[in-house]
Antibody, heavy 124, light 110 residues
Framework: EEQLLESGGGLVQPGGSLRLSCAASGFTFSDYGMHWLRQIPGKGLEWVSTISGSGGSTYYANSVKGRFTISRDNSNNTLDLQMHTLRPEDTATYYC?????????????????WGQGTLVTVSS | QSVLTQSPSASGTPGQRVTISCSGSNSNIGNNAVYWYQQVPGTAPKLLIYRNNQRPSGVPDRFSGSRSGTSASLAISGLRSEDEGDYYCAMWDDRLNGWVFGGGTILTVV
């Protein structure tokens, strides 16, 4: 069974940093693109970032570009999201999700399955 | 404000057929595949429909998707109480160069 388990969420002050991790199991991790998405409490979903199976290609939403960095360790089957210069509007539950085996074309990708999420709260 | 427009709520009685709509533009629905996600309260989203009208294994054929022009629809027939939850349309947007989601539709089975 494919499983994703996020960790690393918590309370951080505005301007601070946080690193999220996602442990994957049940599939050949390096074969698949991976994604980070988020959901503001009680609100809708927002795509955050995507990385190819090799880690050589990365993509970011405009709202996080230059502040967040996605990376992966295929030897340990983990996906990370390093977040800097955090803002109150970054407060959300962050989910990692598995993509298609072939990342391109990007528009043909999906998010399946999703992890259970980890809550990030940016507040003073 | 979402790039994709969904009606905020929908409802039906058990056994009924309901339709959830998603309206966009040429840069998203008009030129890219549509995906639908279901989120039961307190759980993570789940892929329901991919590439406009394809169901992942395990998704009942009560769920069907369609796309026409710059609009898309999710139909649920034989409505069941466990179908209650939030439904989101999603796709790539060529202008924004990223994935976009609709605001979500809350489905209630009364």
């Amino acid at each position: 069974e494919e499983q994703l388990l996020e960790s690393g969420g918590g309370l951080v002050q505005p301007g601070g940093s946080l690193r999220l991790s996602c442990a994957a199991s049940g599939f050949t991790f390096s074969d698949y693109g991976m994604h980070w998405l988020r959901q503001i409490p009680g609100k809708g979903l927002e795509w955050v970032s995507t990385i190819s199976g090799s880690g050589g290609s990365t993509y970011y939403a405009n709202s996080v570009k230059g502040r967040f960095t996605i990376s992966r360790d295929n030897s340990n089957n983990t996906l990370d999201l390093q977040m800097h210069t955090l803002r109150p509007e970054d407060t959300a539950t962050y989910y990692c999700a598995k993509g298609r085996q072939w990342l391109l074309p990007l528009g043909q990708n999906w998010f399946d399955p999703w992890g259970q999420g980890t809550l990030v709260t940016v507040s003073s | 404000q979402s790039v994709l427009t969904q009606s905020p709520s929908a409802s039906g009685t058990p056994g009924q057929r309901v339709t959830i709509s998603c309206s966009g533009s040429n840069s998203n629905i008009g030129n890219n595949a549509v995906y639908w996600y279901q989120q039961v309260p307190g759980t993570a989203p789940k892929l329901l429909i991919y590439r406009n009208n394809q169901r992942p294994s395990g998704v009942p054929d009560r769920f069907s998707g369609s796309r026409s022009g710059t609009s898309a629809s999710l139909a649920i027939s034989g409505l069941r109480s466990e179908d209650e939850g939030d439904y989101y349309c999603a796709m790539w947007d060529d202008r924004l160069n990223g994935w976009v989601f609709g605001g979500g539709t809350i489905l209630t089975v009364v």
